[in-house]
């Protein structure tokens, strides 16, 4: 049972711009705790994508960036390309349940 | 280069028990909060349990708790889950997980930096 909300689905063509929302509460990313990123390309295991709400760690492209806002956190992938259909989890701290997001299938047309 | 090497999945019977391993190579190990983290068949992630770099603390969900024990020998760089009492729901696939904690004047955070492949647990009779 996540507390974290994100869209079951998102799609785009190749070389557009998408945006993945992610929707806390005041008890995680409302009351300041940071927001992270995992990608999980098919049939593979999760490999952490941003850190610390915009931190890439060494080897993502930066078409992939991150932001919070208030009680949400967005990932954007721009210039989108067919290496990126995957899923995506969102993660930040919650003392109550499951820090990961319901999660995102992202599907390159 | 880092690496997290699960072992010990397979099919079990419910109420049976499985314990899990995971090999650390590449990093230091006796550094890192570890975890393991599931995945039900097509559905989403879920943590399941973490251990303290010495394994003076641990952590579970409360589904798992009672029933799963999480332990780490650092002499042997490994991680592991001892799961008995397994039920149908425990059916998954099991990731082993490093976790970098930072901490500020007010609380500590934490993410997950590397996973390993995975191993599957079938829970059926």
């Known amino acids: 049972q996540s507390v974290l909300t994100q869209p079951p689905s998102v799609s785009g063509a190749p070389g557009q711009r998408v945006t993945i929302s992610c929707t806390g509460s005041s008890s995680n990313i409302g009351a300041g705790y940071d927001v992270h990123w995992y990608q999980q390309l098919p049939g593979t295991a999760p490999k952490l994508l941003i850190y610390?709400?915009?931190n890439r760690p060494s080897g993502v492209p930066d078409r992939f960036s991150g932001s919070k806002s208030g009680t949400s956190a967005s990932l954007a992938i721009t210039g989108l390309q067919a290496e990126d259909e995957a899923d995506y989890y969102c993660q930040s701290y919650d003392s109550s349940l499951s820090p990961f997001g319901t999660g995102t299938k992202v599907t390159v047309l | 280069e880092v690496q997290l090497v699960e072992s010990g999945g397979g099919l079990v019977q419910p109420g049976g028990s499985l314990r899990l391993s995971c090999a650390a190579s590449g990093f230091t190990f006796s550094s890192y909060w570890m975890s393991w983290v599931r995945q039900a068949p097509g559905k989403g992630l879920e943590w399941v349990a973490n251990i303290k770099q010495d394994g003076s603390e641990k952590y579970y969900v409360d589904s798992v708790k009672g029933r799963f024990t999480i332990s780490r020998d650092n002499a042997k760089n490994s991680l592991y889950l001892q799961m008995n009492s397994l039920r149908a729901e425990d059916t998954a696939v099991y990731y082993c997980a490093s976790r970098t904690v930072y901490c500020s004047s007010t609380s500590c955070q934490y993410y997950f930096d590397y996973w390993g492949q995975g191993t599957l647990v079938t829970v059926s009779s």
């Open positions: 610390g709400n915009s």
